[in-house]
């Protein structure tokens, strides 16, 4: 099937949102879960900004004190563990386009995910049957390695998404004129 230069052009800029839309989210999402303790105890609309966003993340996130580092005697917003995933989900959007073109459909092969996933949950379950008690090094790490890989299955996929959606309604429209 042979792309046209307008339709690639479409595409290209459809790909381009879908990946600076990530890194956005990701890099705002991330400074969020630094905030959250920066402003925690300075009173007034900082304190309640605080107290917001240690709620927003609460949805996701246990935020246990003892599982979770600190910044001047706060918790961050979330977990160590949680903390390195959205640290690595950023770095992977950020160095997704030195492996990939920004309007790739292609996801790498998913024994990748399913390993990184499996150190994950090998690491949650070894701790909670007692086997092994996990550490601030062994969440942080399996955290980030889920996180990392993220991007460049989710990328890929939201951008064949929107490539789907936007030639279904580009036919639609060509079947009304």
Same mark, same amino acid.
Request: charged share 10%.
């Given at each position: 099937?042979?792309?046209?230069?307008?339709?690639?052009?479409?595409?290209?800029?459809?790909?381009?949102?879908?990946?600076?839309?990530?890194?956005?989210?990701?890099?705002?999402?991330?400074?969020?879960?630094?905030?959250?303790?920066?402003?925690?105890?300075?009173?007034?609309?900082?304190?309640?900004?605080?107290?917001?966003?240690?709620?927003?993340?609460?949805?996701?996130?246990?935020?246990?004190?003892?599982?979770?580092?600190?910044?001047?005697?706060?918790?961050?917003?979330?977990?160590?563990?949680?903390?390195?995933?959205?640290?690595?989900?950023?770095?992977?959007?950020?160095?997704?386009?030195?492996?990939?073109?920004?309007?790739?459909?292609?996801?790498?092969?998913?024994?990748?995910? @399913? +390993?990184? !996933?499996?150190?994950? $949950? *090998?690491?949650? /379950?070894?701790?909670?049957?007692?086997?092994?008690?996990?550490?601030? @090094? +062994?969440? !942080?790490?399996?955290? $980030? *390695?889920?996180? /990392?890989?993220?991007?460049?299955?989710?990328?890929?996929?939201?951008?064949?998404?929107?490539?789907?959606?936007?030639?279904?309604?580009?036919?639609?429209?060509?079947?009304?004129?």
């Amino acid at each position: 099937m042979n792309i046209s230069p307008h339709n690639h052009h479409i595409e290209m800029n459809l790909a381009k949102k879908v990946y600076f839309t990530f890194l956005i989210t990701s890099f705002i999402w991330c400074i969020l879960i630094i905030l959250a303790p920066v402003f925690a105890g300075n009173g007034g609309t900082e304190e309640n900004f605080s107290r917001f966003i240690y709620i927003f993340f609460s949805s996701v996130c246990h935020q246990e004190d003892g599982r979770s580092f600190h910044i001047a005697g706060h918790i961050l917003g979330v977990c160590s563990r949680c903390l390195w995933v959205y640290i690595g989900f950023f770095i992977g959007i950020s160095l997704y386009p030195l492996k990939y073109k920004l309007n790739n459909t292609d996801s790498p092969n998913l024994w990748i995910l @399913f +390993s990184v !996933s499996f150190l994950m $949950f *090998l690491d949650v /379950f070894l701790d909670m049957t007692g086997i092994f008690i996990n550490t601030f @090094f +062994s969440r !942080s790490v399996t955290g $980030f *390695l889920v996180g /990392f890989t993220l991007p460049f299955y989710l990328i890929p996929g939201f951008v064949k998404f929107f490539y789907e959606i936007n030639s279904f309604l580009r036919n639609k429209m060509s079947y009304k004129n």
